[in-house]
């Protein structure tokens, strides 16, 4: 369960990471590649010096906000018979009939784990000046 659980979200997680790198050089207007270009720059400079900067600006909103998806959604693993958060939270709530008692330390569990990555988002985001 383990190795399917890992498998699974690397290949789903690095897909979308993919997607989010992609979509945000992409937005990068046609005249930051022309102006690069005319600087008699290759390639590969253009987007080492000029368009990954500019990427990574725009990429850090996105990439955190889809890491605490990742996060959350590691409960669908209960699935393949990973047991998780949630589903340890479940089992725990049959067991002692406290429902709240135990989804309330379900919630702040993930709490716990997320609010971290708010924070660097935040702090990333005020360091490089990008739009909010």
Request: hydrophobic fraction near 50%; charged fraction near 10%; include cysteine.
């Amino acid at each position: 369960a383990w190795m399917a659980a890992a498998i699974a979200l690397t290949l789903f997680t690095s897909a979308f990471l993919a997607e989010i790198g992609r979509g945000c050089v992409e937005s990068i207007p046609h005249g930051q590649w022309e102006a690069s270009g005319s600087l008699a720059m290759s390639r590969l400079e253009q987007l080492r010096h000029v368009i990954l900067p500019q990427a990574l600006r725009i990429a850090v909103a996105p990439t955190v906000g889809f890491s605490v998806q990742v996060v959350k959604g590691t409960a669908v693993t209960s699935i393949i018979g990973f047991t998780e958060l949630t589903k340890t939270g479940g089992m725990l709530a049959n067991a002692t009939f406290e429902p709240f008692l135990i989804y309330g330390l379900v919630a702040v569990g993930y709490f716990v784990l997320c609010y971290p990555l708010s924070l660097s988002a935040r702090y990333l985001e005020r360091r490089l000046h990008a739009p909010a």
